[in-house]
Nanobody, 115 residues
Framework: QVQLVESGGGSVQPGGSLRLSCVAS????????VIWYRQAPGQQRESVASITTFGPIKYADSVRGRFTISRDNARSTAFLQMNDLQPEDTAVYYCNCLDLSRSYWGQGTQVTVSS
């Protein structure tokens, strides 16, 4: 059974930081690309950062320079370090692991940024 479990969300003030984790089980994690998405209330889900199996990384313009995606294949875990958080970063954040034919999602973790 494949499971992706996100954690690390919470409530922070503007300018604060959070580190999200996504632990995968039931898949050969190293063979999967990882994408972090977020979905704010009333908005479409959007990708914020991605990392492939070989490491090339992409960021959405809105988070570049503030967010850092990384992975630890030995621990089957992906991370999203989020710094200088702003109210517009408030959303549910999801981890997506995918290869050419399969795609798996976590349940999401809430990030709230407010003063």
């Amino acid at each position: 059974q494949v499971q992706l479990v996100e954690s690390g969300g919470g409530s922070v003030q503007p300018g604060g930081s959070l580190r999200l984790s996504c632990v995968a089980s039931g898949i050969d994690f190293a063979r999967y690309a990882v994408i972090w998405y977020r979905q704010a209330p009333g908005q479409q889900r959007e990708s914020v950062a991605s990392i492939t199996t070989f490491g090339p990384i992409k960021y959405a313009d809105s988070v570049r320079g503030r967010f850092t995606i990384s992975r630890d294949n030995a621990r089957s875990t992906a991370f999203l370090q989020m710094n200088d958080l702003q109210p517009e970063d408030t959303a549910v954040y999801y981890c997506n692991c995918l290869d050419l034919s399969r795609s798996y999602w976590g349940q999401g973790t809430q990030v709230t940024v407010s003063s």
